[in-house]
C-alpha cells in the first residue's frame, strides 16, 4: 500500500512557475513508476508526465513538453513536477500516482495508487 500526499498547488500569473511535491509513505516507493495527471472541470484525467523508479527516464504530454519538468528523490520518498511558462489551459487538479508497470505508463488505467490532489489555478 502506497499513500501519496501532493501539496504545492495555488494561483498563478500566465507565465509564472509552481513546483508540486508529492510525498509516498512507506518504503517501497522506489519500486514504483510515478507520474502525474490533472483533470479540469468537465474534462478527463489527462496524462502529464511519468518518471522511471530510478529518475533515469521521463516522458511527458505533448501539451507540456518543453514547459514541465519531472523529478523524484528515491532518498525522501517524494516526486516533483517543475511547471513553469504556465498557461490558463494549464489550471487543473493536479494528481500523482504510483504504478507498478516498467517503460511510461501514460493512462489513468495503469497506475495503482493515486493522491488526493492539489488545484492550480492560472490566471491571465
Request: charged share 20%; glycine share 12%; aromatic share 12%.
Amino acid at each position: 500500500q502506497v499513500q501519496l500526499v501532493e501539496s504545492g498547488g495555488g494561483l498563478v500569473q500566465v507565465g509564472g512557475s509552481l513546483r508540486l511535491s508529492c510525498a509516498a509513505s512507506g518504503r517501497t516507493f522506489s519500486t514504483y513508476a510515478m507520474g502525474w495527471f490533472r483533470q479540469a472541470p468537465g474534462k478527463e484525467r489527462a496524462f502529464v508526465a511519468t518518471i522511471t523508479r530510478s529518475g533515469g527516464g521521463s516522458y511527458y504530454g505533448d501539451s507540456v513538453k518543453g514547459r514541465f519538468t519531472i523529478s523524484r528523490d528515491n532518498a525522501k520518498n517524494t516526486v516533483f513536477l517543475q511547471m513553469n511558462s504556465l498557461k490558463p489551459e494549464d489550471t487543473a487538479v493536479y494528481y500523482c500516482a504510483a504504478s507498478r508497470k516498467y517503460g511510461y505508463p501514460d493512462s489513468p488505467r495503469d497506475y495503482d495508487y493515486w493522491g488526493q490532489g492539489t488545484q492550480v489555478t492560472v490566471s491571465s
